[in-house]
């Protein structure tokens, strides 16, 4: 049998690492060199600070910068740099502790709630409930006067606090993720729940746990600063909360003495709230938006004069331009990527007539799709086309306005999707999803768009409408979702009917009956009807014509019964003979079989 035509090399996947996502976020780098200084400063504050932070000289009491001291001296006569520098230790070591703890307690029973669900879930959500409907200042305040102001013990205590926020999210993700066919593949595989948990589960949830790492940081830090101004904590051990509560005491006649650590504490907790807001954008965004300028170099390229050998157009015009109910003349998509433009659409030229079914037959990425995204105007974003010349129901629609294209949706044209139950809501019933493009389309009124609805669920063959109408997405078969979605398709009675593989989703007896539907509409309409496929027999059951697709070119256009009969191209033959079931492909099977055969015959 003759194999599937596949590329002999296929160009390596660019993957572009988080770390360098991130530093491409200048906001972002900001602040994680500014917290990398407070880091730095941290961990270097014995050797940098110039005093013992404890020291006290009385002479410095109130002293201004200067002399020696260049933030000055505190109200005890100690030096406020030494002091913020040494503090800076006692606020990370804190904001660590803290982390640590809330990690520690808030993941795993998160990622276990959401997997093993049940019991497990019930207790762990209740005492994650319970944690936040505390109040947490009160229960601080009685575990620092029951633990003698330990700052360790506090800083625990703040963790256990915060580690609902993260049990919520490690919960969530796990819910998501637990349902996901590879999860029933590893454990069909036998793997154990124990090694799911450590490696699925916990993969899924990483990404938004180093987020809420750094948010907590910040919270953390300025929760065990809220203690140290009350006066928690060592006395001995310098932290900037403590100094503030200092400055706080003479805040009016000595405002420096509350600047230095307000400072030093809102730069810390800002870097740290950045540092979050930008893993948060590059761990959820994954797509980046298209810019003007990125747009503008995709149309500039694609718009590029002819002359090199694969900007050559590629397929034929079978009929005159004013009897195409759809005519594409050298269309090009492309998009924007890290190694400059990929042009997906190289030069594509087809045309249909009214009462013509014409099949776009191609492997997966050859460009079908996104030659037809370009004639309805759905490119996704990012996506550049650019054409001599789009024509539907003789109109040239490629230099009309978005608003002027989108509303030849569902009048001019209709468009049958790949996935029936995908392209339904689930929320709504099928009535609703009728009605609604009847009313606001077709300006139809409640009650005539209703019967309307019913009318085209009859004629697109559904025998208990009524029941359809009433149902939701989930109540009915793929089939009759189809249905449904091709009477959607043609309530307008466009001039071109579009279907994307209208049966890839379909098993066998229902793919003819949809195939034989849209025949027996497009007679009756005399529409044109395009066929997106991969599968040369679709194309035998129902095309009048067939342009062949690859790489975004066209291979091979003309009438079905000639290219079934004569393909000229190699491809456009290999195709057929992997669609079909083809005489050679049975014939060589059937050689292996006899000589399997033989070769028993002899051992016995
Ligand atoms: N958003 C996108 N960004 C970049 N390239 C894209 C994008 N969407 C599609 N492509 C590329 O465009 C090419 C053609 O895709 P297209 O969807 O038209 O293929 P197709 O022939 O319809 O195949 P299939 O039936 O599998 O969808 C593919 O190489 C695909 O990778």
């Known amino acids: 049998m003759t194999a599937a035509p596949f590329p002999a090399t296929l160009a390596p996947v660019k993957r572009i690492s ?106 762990c959500s209740w005492i994650s409930d319970a944690l936040q409907s505390v109040p947490g200042m009160i229960v ?213 007539a009214p009462g013509e079914v014409l099949g776009i037959v191609g492997e997966s990425g050859s460009g079908k799709t996104q030659t037809i995204f370009s ?21 040239e629609v490629g230099h009309l306005s978005r608003k002027d294209r989108a509303a030849l949706l569902g009048r001019k044209i209709g468009y049958v999707p790949q996935e029936p139950m995908t392209n339904l809501d689930p929320c709504y019933p099928i009535e609703r999803q009728l009605v609604e493009p009847l009313r606001h389309v077709h300006g139809l009124s409640k009650a005539d768009a209703a019967k309307r609805a019913r009318e085209i669920l009859v004629r697109v063959g559904i025998t208990d409408p009524d029941r359809v109408l009433a149902a939701y997405p989930h109540q009915i078969s793929g089939g009759m979702a189809q249905r449904v979605l091709i009477a959607g398709a043609i309530a307008g009675q466009p001039s071109v009917l579009v279907a994307d593989e209208p049966t890839t989703a379909l098993d066998v007896t229902v793919q003819a009956e949809v195939l034989e539907l849209l025949r027996e509409l497009q007679r009756e309409y005399g529409m044109a009807l395009v066929i997106v496929t991969h599968n040369f027999g679709v194309v035998a059951d129902i095309c009048d014509r067939v342009v062949v697709m690859k790489d975004g070119r066209v291979v091979e256009t003309g009438p079905v019964e000639q290219i079934f009969r004569r393909p000229e191209d190699p491809y456009t033959a290999e195709l057929i003979a992997a669609s079909l079931d083809d005489a050679e492909g049975r014939a060589e099977l059937d050689e292996k079989w006899q000589g399997r055969v033989a070769a028993q015959d002899g051992v016995r």
């Open 18 to 123: 988080l770390w360098r996502r991130y530093t491409r976020r200048p906001l972002g780098l900001v602040a994680l060199a500014v917290f990398a200084i407070v880091v730095a400063v941290a961990v270097l504050a014995p050797w940098l600070a110039p005093f013992d932070p404890n020291f006290v000289d009385f002479k410095i009491t109130h002293a201004p910068p200067g002399d020696g001291h260049p933030l000055g001296g505190d109200s005890a006569g100690r030096d406020i740099l030494s002091r913020l520098l040494v503090g800076a230790q006692t606020t990370l070591y804190g904001a660590v502790i803290t982390c640590v703890t809330s990690l520690v307690l808030g993941v795993p029973a998160g990622v276990s709630a959401g997997y093993f669900g049940g019991i497990t879930d019930r207790i």
């Open 140 to 352: 601080l305040l009685v575990v620092a006067a029951g633990t003698g102001q330990n700052f360790t013990v506090l800083m625990v205590a703040i963790g256990v606090f915060l580690a609902p926020g993260y049990y919520r999210i490690a919960r969530a993700r796990a819910l998501a993720v637990r349902k996901e066919p590879y999860i029933d593949a590893a454990r069909v595989a036998g793997v154990t729940n124990g090694r799911i948990l450590r490696t699925h589960m916990l993969r899924a949830v990483y990404a938004p746990i180093i987020v809420q790492t750094a948010l907590t940081a910040g919270i953390a830090i300025g929760m065990q600063a809220g203690l140290q101004f009350l006066g928690i904590g060592s006395a001995s051990t310098p932290s900037w909360g403590q100094m503030m509560n200092d400055g706080f005491q003479t805040m009016l006649t000595y405002p420096l003495i509350l600047l230095w650590p307000s400072i030093a504490l809102g730069v810390t907790i800002a870097a740290l709230a950045f540092i979050g807001s930008t893993l948060a954008d590059l761990v959820s965004v994954r797509v980046e938006q298209p810019t003007r300028r990125g747009l503008a170099r995709v149309r500039q390229a694609l718009a590029a004069p002819a002359g090199l050998p694969d900007r050559t157009p590629s397929g034929t015009h079978a009929h005159q331009a004013q009897d195409c109910a759809l005519r594409i003349e050298n269309l090009r998509v492309g998009y924007s990527t890290p190694t400059g433009v990929k042009e997906v659409v190289c030069g594509v030229s087809l045309d249909a």
């Open 375 to 395: 004639v309805l105007d759905l490119l996704p974003p990012g996506g550049t086309a650019v054409a001599d010349g789009i024509w539907v129901g003789g109109e």
